[in-house]
């Protein structure tokens, strides 16, 4: 009852590999190069030009307390820094999200898990600051943790009613207009000095940014990084469906749960340092696979990182650069590269899936 | 960690088991025994509880009463990774696998042997190459999962599953949706496997004539309940299989194993004279067009009757290998002067005719009322 489903049975020459991938070592190259060029592009420019050769004095002798080393070591290193690390956080946080739904649209900001996040922490800002003057960043992560954690509930809870991915985003992004509205309420009733600086963090940017805040950060990332590796094999099953997952031995609920809390803590953490920053973390995986063309984790994972890394610094250069002395919200820049990414996602989605 | 495939022969035991989802039982009180080396084929209308019978024994579904065994231990038993060894599952699930290749979906069965990373091995690598050309779609083994024919894809999944090396293999519907050649093809390379290693295949199938070649053992399925069960030459039988699909009676055909539309009814309009199987197309334009008919005279090993039986308003027929008797023949021609028009897919100058058909022919040609194909469509 066998039936040759082709005419020849000759495999041609090197057919069983899974080569149709592309190498990903230039696309690693080539993106480590630009980060790194605008990384030092990015600590040079500002009201005071610094030269590389300075720059790279300054961070080797470690500052000695001159305007110009002030200003990259106090100001400047740590906002590029922070960008780097909190744009391929939310890039990866993304990737993850997309993994956990099973679909290229999804997000932290467009599933409105961010607005959660920023909910709780301008609360407890509001809150604390009225009683002391510093809000120790370790409260802030955990408050933005508790508000993207109850954000991703609820949109956890749309998912299992509806099955359309539009609807969801669309119940993603009504609760993240609610909550935005709960934290302009509070923003707009609390009159204490220190809050004005809670709108500029409330639409995202990277200034202000400490070294220690850095420090933080990238252990706090990092970290989720490491986790993601980890589920870097489950990750590859479950692309295939739950049920095919299920079937080559994943633990399905620990594995959702893993993926959630992973994605859940690196986007909280980029929340409460620099406030909800959109869009990166749906435009760049979705572009990097489509420059790739892989679904190999082990691949994806680094490649999304570093190019959410990239991403950011250059979105935080035009920001600071583009209408100098005047700074535009980090948001402002994302939303301008990223929202049409996804609208172009939505429009070419049929054709992409077949 | 092990390289190999579980190759124990394992039997799949289900005794009084109840499961479902939510409160009410989707399946009650299933008792079965699978045997390796056989292929089990579930059968029966949709919804009728198959595919929650393949979820509870893949654990994808706890029972709420009753046991699930693969080999001597309950399903639920097993660890997950332990489970993955022993029981592979083939959906009719078509996942959106973006850029993955053949190559890459069919690798997905090696997942319970690979390291933490998932990295494939150069063994790895052989038993997935294998498995697809077990299928034979090593051809498309580059080639993107997402642009390959539904068939394809199936020869794929089912590649996954053959690679996954367990004694158990559960497929739900592997053959719907495709083309009666992918079906062919998928199904001969599932039972190719089957018999090579022994296996414990279980599968679910809407297809009553593939369903009766391809089984060792059918298992009625209705209302979540199990009907009857057996070897097919017990199952593949009118008195199990109409009451089964709700068919009304005469409609399933135990020969070809697929079912036949009722003939028209009411007074005949037309006779038809033929024999060997030749007057089948003309009985299903009659039935298409709406005519009742009468046929004969069939002798009652002709491979015409049991279609006339079930499409013609009429059927005059007689005993073989001797002379139709005079009252049959009598008979016979009252009712072809009734009808008014007669047609036959014989030809007695050029082929032998039973000398008794061959003078009712000539009777019809004589009274002007023998008329071509060609002048009747």
Not at chain 1, 151 to 179: D, E, N, P
Not at chain 1, 296 to 308: F, S, Y
Not at chain 2, 54 to 63: C, D, K, M, V
Not at chain 2, 130 to 139: H, I, K, M, N, P
Request: glycine letters at 10%; hydrophobic letters at 45%; a neutral charge.
């Amino acid at each position: 009852m066998t039936l040759p489903e082709h005419g020849q049975l000759k495999a041609p020459a090197g057919a069983e590999g899974n080569g149709r991938g592309r190498t990903p070592v230039p696309f690693f190259a080539c993106v480590s190069l630009t980060l790194a060029f605008m990384m030092a592009f990015s600590v040079g420019s500002g009201s005071v030009r610094i030269l590389p050769g300075e720059i790279l004095r300054i961070l080797l002798s470690g500052g000695d307390g001159s305007a110009a080393s002030d200003i990259v070591l106090l100001i400047r290193a740590p906002r590029v820094l922070s960008a780097a690390v909190f744009g391929g956080a939310l890039a990866l946080s993304g990737y993850l999200l997309q993994i956990f739904f099973g679909n290229p649209i999804a997000g932290p900001f467009v599933l409105g898990i961010s607005s959660g996040a920023k909910t709780a922490v301008a609360l407890v800002m509001i809150v604390l600051l009225g009683s002391y003057r510093q809000v120790p960043s370790a409260v802030l992560v955990l408050a933005a943790f508790a508000g993207s954690a109850a954000a991703t509930g609820f949109i956890i809870l749309v998912s299992r009613r509806v099955r359309h991915m539009a609807s969801l985003l669309v119940a993603g992004i009504m609760s993240g207009y609610l909550c935005s509205a709960v934290t302009e309420f509070l923003i707009t009733f609390a009159d204490d000095a220190d809050i004005v600086n809670l709108h500029a963090w409330s639409e995202g940017s990277f200034a202000g940014m400490t070294m220690d805040g850095v420090k933080t950060g990238a252990l706090i990332c990092g970290a989720g990084f490491l986790l993601s590796v980890l589920l870097a094999k489950p990750i590859g099953a479950y692309q295939m469906g739950e049920r095919y997952a299920r079937s080559v031995g994943v633990n399905i609920r620990f594995f959702r749960a893993a993926l959630i809390l992973v994605s859940g803590m690196l986007s909280a953490c980029v929340t409460a340092f620099a406030g909800p920053v959109s869009f990166i973390g749906i435009a760049v995986p979705f572009l990097t696979r489509r420059i790739l063309k892989t679904q190999e984790p082990l691949v994806l994972i680094p490649a999304v990182v570093l190019a959410g890394a990239a991403a950011c610094v250059a979105c935080d250069l035009i920001a600071r650069t583009a209408f100098a002395p005047l700074e535009l919200y980090i948001g402002t820049v994302t939303s301008l590269f990223g929202a049409p990414v996804v609208i172009f996602m939505l429009v070419t989605r049929r054709r992409e899936a077949g | 960690m092990s390289k190999a495939g579980d190759r124990t022969a394992y039997t799949v035991t289900l005794s009084d088991v109840s499961a479902g989802y939510g409160g009410e039982p989707k399946i009650r009180r299933i008792t079965l025994t699978l045997q390796p080396g056989r292929i089990t084929v579930l059968i029966g209308p949709n919804g009728a509880g198959k595919s929650t019978i393949l979820r509870t024994i893949a654990g994808e579904l706890p029972a709420s009463a009753g046991a699930v065994l693969i080999g001597s231990a309950p399903v639920a038993s097993i660890p997950g990774r332990e489970l993955a060894r022993r029981v592979s599952v083939t959906t009719t699930e078509r996942p959106d696998t973006g850029y993955m290749t053949c190559f890459d979906v069919a690798a997905a069965g090696r997942y319970p042997y690979t390291g933490a990373f998932g990295r494939l091995s150069a063994e790895d690598r052989e038993k997935v190459a294998e498995a697809l050309r077990t299928v034979r779609a090593e051809e498309i083994s580059g080639r993107l999962f997402m642009e390959v024919s539904d068939g394809q894809k199936q020869n794929v999944l089912l590649a996954r599953a053959i690679c996954q090396e367990t004694p158990v293999m559960l497929l739900d519907e592997p053959a719907s949706y495709l083309d009666i050649r992918s079906k062919l093809s998928l199904l001969g390379a599932l039972s190719a496997h089957a018999r090579r290693y022994g296996t414990c295949v279980v599968l679910s199938m809407h297809e009553t004539d593939l369903a009766e070649r391809i089984a060792d053992f059918a298992v009625c399925v209705k209302d979540g309940e199990i009907l009857s069960s057996g070897v097919p030459a017990e199952i593949f039988r009118q008195e199990i299989i109409e009451p089964l699909y709700g068919l009304p009676e005469g409609s399933y055909d135990p020969l070809s194993g697929t079912c036949e539309f009722r003939g028209a009814e009411g007074k005949p309009e037309l006779f038809l004279i033929s024999s060997g199987g030749r007057g089948v197309p003309v009985m299903r334009e009659l039935q298409r067009r709406g005519i009742p008919f009468a046929a004969g005279i069939l002798f009652e090993n002709d491979a015409d009757l049991p279609y006339a039986k079930r499409l013609a308003a009429k059927v005059f027929t007689a005993a073989p290998f001797r002379d139709i008797p005079e009252e049959t023949a009598a008979a016979a021609l009252d009712a072809m002067e009734a009808c008014g028009r007669v047609i036959t897919t014989e030809d007695p100058e050029n082929a032998p005719v039973q000398a008794q058909v061959a003078s009712l022919i000539r009777a019809a040609e004589d009274r002007g009322i023998l008329k071509s194909m060609e002048e009747l469509w």
